[in-house]
């Protein structure tokens, strides 16, 4: 009998190994190596950019309590044989056009300097994934928050970690989390998705991006805290002297604004929306 059963582990064994060495190409194929997948994003970005010459478009910026709309423009040039588009600024935002403004050398170091390349399922679509935990490569991406005042918090925070999420069949970027970190150990996390894909002469963009920060109560100590809460309240309080007409005129403008400050001060948390709107391709 225990001939018998050591028989059948054997067996066991063998079907086992057997069936990894069948499965294990399948299971390399299903995840891309760093070469295959900068290759892949280079030529889905020519396709995408063949029929292109200028692009501009209008991201109007909703939730924060204002709308702001101001247009951006943005070129296709050709580096060492791929294409991209560069804007009117520096810091043209990444959230929008994806990976279509990065060159071909920061593609390659984006993807090289993953520190784990994998797969996922997202609202029920397969996704690459690249998680970066080298902040130097990050910075291949831009800043997102780069346009904050020279007093802003925000800037004592530096880039941990960020994982980009890719869709495996079109190589389009749909979500980015990452983690700041200051000098107290304190961290910020930021999330971009971006949704409702539609193309335009054969460029696919964004037609909402959603951008979610919390952590918030880390760029404020309890000093500021307790100060910003008492200028809402002596804010509101003013509010309340004045005339109705005009009170509800400043509410109308200005009454989001002071909702969304108190749920960031509640959920230690903020997000607003950009909408992509008025797309102007080769004009």
């Avoid at 997102?144 to 925000?154: K, R, S, T, V, Y």
């Amino acid at each position: 009998m225990k001939k018998q059963n050591l028989q059948n582990i054997s067996s066991a064994k063998y079907f086992v190994a057997l069936v990894l060495m069948l499965l294990f190409p399948a299971l390399l194929s299903a995840q891309p190596s760093a070469s295959q997948l900068i290759s892949d994003i280079q030529r889905a970005n020519a396709g995408y950019l063949s029929g292109v010459n200028t692009l501009s478009f209008v991201p109007a910026i909703e939730g924060m309590g204002f709308v702001m709309q101001e247009r951006e423009t943005f070129r296709k040039v050709t580096e060492n044989g791929h294409p991209r588009l560069v804007g009117d600024e520096e810091n043209d935002d990444i959230s929008v056009i994806g990976l279509l403004n990065l060159s071909a050398a920061d593609i390659a170091t984006l993807v090289n300097g993953a520190a784990r390349i994998g797969t996922e399922t997202r609202d029920g679509s397969r996704m690459i994934t690249l998680l970066i935990d080298d902040p130097a490569v990050i910075e291949t991406l831009g800043e997102p928050m780069q346009d904050a005042g020279d007093e802003a918090d925000i800037e004592d925070f530096s880039f941990v970690t960020m994982k980009l999420s890719l869709g495996a069949s079109d190589h389009l970027l749909y979500h980015i989390e990452s983690i700041m970190e200051n000098e107290d150990g304190q961290q910020l996390e930021m999330h971009f998705s971006l949704g409702e894909y539609e193309r335009h002469s054969g460029l696919p963009l964004p037609g909402r991006v959603s951008i979610t920060m919390s952590g918030l109560a880390a760029m404020m100590d309890g000093e500021e805290m307790a100060e910003a809460r008492r200028e809402m309240e002596e804010m509101m309080r003013e509010l309340e002297n004045l005339p109705e007409a005009q009170r509800n005129m400043i509410m109308q403008q200005m009454g989001s604004q002071f909702e969304q400050f108190e749920r960031m001060m509640e959920a230690d948390e903020t997000g607003f929306t950009i909408i992509v709107q008025d797309v102007r391709v080769n004009e």
